[in-house]
């Protein structure tokens, strides 16, 4: 069985009926997975006293040595998706190369859904701006 909404997000909206579905809701389901992408990729390592691996450096500290540093967002990326998103597997993190905006940092995270039946790859488009921080899309 899957849920349409996370334990969290049920939490959040109690009023709201979130019964349990024999189908998946793929749309729910990634609108899910990029706001909590967003909300772990946006959390600095250190900020989360429980969890102190939580989250990435920030991107203006590993931005230091760019354009080299750019593997090590990628991994840092990688990592913390693999990490703290169970329903991603298979993640991998490629920079996409922009000439539109120089002061922004692209990259596609591409990954298999781990909760779907059919396990299909999908991909999300992740940007960092100038002040670090992320945004993802679908």
Known sequence: MFQKATLFERLRRPDQVHAHSMHEDHQSQLR???GNLERILNTRSGQAPAQMDFGIPP???IGQGYPESVVQIQRAIRVCI???EPRLRDVQVMRIESDDQRLVVRFQVSARLATASDQRQIRFDTL???SGHIEMTI
Do not use: A, Q, R, T
Request: glycine share 0%.
């Open 32 to 34: 899910s997975i990029v």
């Open 59 to 61: 991107p203006s500290e």
């Open 82 to 84: 693999e990490k703290y």
């Open 128 to 130: 960092i701006d100038p």
